[in-house]
């Protein structure tokens, strides 16, 4: 009796004890690296995350069954390896899809009971082959009611498939996110799964980003992720989150910032105020540009630039140049905004764009960690 006492005793601790540490794991701070972009996965400063997902696995349009192209077969496996050198507590996370595959696919894939295990099999099997802690699906986006209700079957069938792979191997259980839509309806009014959400993801990563571009709104240099609006009909991070916290726990919901922004070439130079006219992209051929070439740019031209506290976000203009982005004071209004709504945290698209680390420190690092511990010494202190 004694012995069975103790043994009792011995697991409810280690129960205890491992149900701390989960509730530990109360923020996630991270980023993606995209293997396209010629930025090594050696030159990632892990230190600042602990979270890093890896982009992007392929979905075979035939089989549906998750790939690594040839091209990325030795980056993807020793991935986790190197980014644990600068960092051993960093979790890694597999991602499939992304803004270039091809939606029609993944939809595809999501319509049969048949092609959705062979998905979840075989991601679950190339992400433990690959030494990554877990899974993260890119599906930009699922555009009608079924496909949705799809989006929750996926998701559901997943989650068993993965707990049951951990009972199995003994392993702990792999994560699973899902990248997904500003806000909690897709256009058209399509809700996403809500319940099947909440219950099989570890979190959404919100694309609170790419609300104006030149590609989609060529007439006006439009913020491409204020914070706030400034009209009610206007597109906000702010206005999505608030939509996502009342469909789903805040601690599910990872809030996303871009480590890039847009340029739009000016009508007239002397107009150069947020929504400017504009006519089409400028720099590149889609106005996308990286926040480094952005400083450069800034450097380059003696641009000139502003910080809207207001909205939250900044742009710059030199002769009929706009471009809208954020820096430094958007992101850590941004991580400061994540916090205060009680988020789980915060991501960022791609590491890439931020070579130097100076957004990432900002926002996700020392500097960020920094302006916490002064807001809650004032907070001490008032009280």
Not at 44 to 53: A, E, K, P, R
Not at 61 to 80: E, R
Request: proline share 3%.
């Amino acid at each position: 009796m004694a012995s069975k006492t103790l043994c009792y005793i011995f697991s409810t601790i280690v129960f205890l004890l491992q149900l701390h540490f989960s509730a530990g794991q109360t923020v996630v701070k991270s980023a993606y690296w995209f293997s396209g972009s010629g930025f090594p996965a050696s030159s990632i400063d892990s230190s600042l995350f602990t979270h890093l997902f890896c982009a992007f696995a392929d979905l075979n349009p035939t089989t549906y069954q998750v790939t690594i192209s040839s091209s990325n077969s030795a980056l993807f496996s020793t991935f986790t390896r190197t980014v644990q050198q600068k960092n051993p507590s960093v979790k890694t996370l597999l991602s499939i899809g992304g803004g270039n595959a091809n939606a029609s696919t993944i939809a595809s894939m999501a319509s049969q009971a048949s092609t959705r295990k062979t998905f979840i099999d075989s991601s679950i099997n190339l992400a433990r082959s690959n030494n990554f802690h877990g899974l993260d699906l890119d599906w930009e986006y699922p555009s009608s009611a079924s496909q949705m209700t799809n989006f929750g079957l996926l998701i559901n069938e997943w989650r068993t498939a993965v707990a049951n792979e951990a009972k199995n191997s003994g392993k702990a259980a792999l994560l699973l996110s899902a990248a997904v839509f500003r806000t909690s309806s897709y256009y058209g009014g399509f809700n996403y799964p809500f319940q099947a959400i909440s219950k099989s993801l570890d979190w959404i990563n919100v694309m609170a980003y790419e609300f104006y571009g030149p590609s989609w709104s060529p007439k006006e240099a439009g913020p491409p992720a204020a914070l706030y609006n400034i009209t009610a009909s206007q597109i906000s991070v702010d206005t999505g989150i608030k939509a996502w916290i009342q469909a789903v726990s805040p601690k599910k919901v990872v809030l996303g910032v871009p480590f890039f922004g847009f340029a739009w070439r000016l009508v007239n130079a002397n107009s150069h105020g947020i929504f400017a006219p504009a006519n089409g992209a400028a720099i590149t051929s889609g106005g996308a540009i990286a926040y480094s070439k952005i400083k450069d740019f800034i450097a380059q031209t003696s641009a000139t630039t502003v910080f809207n506290s207001t909205i939250v976000t900044n742009y710059c203009y030199s002769g009929t140049t706009w471009i809208g982005y954020d820096d430094t004071q958007s992101i850590s209004t941004k991580v400061t905004y994540a916090r205060g709504k009680g988020l789980l945290g915060f991501f960022a698209w791609q590491l890439a764009q931020d070579p130097n680390s100076v957004l990432s420190k900002t926002g996700f690092g020392l500097e960020g960690e920094k302006e916490e511990k002064k807001k809650r010494k004032i907070e001490q202190t008032e009280e």
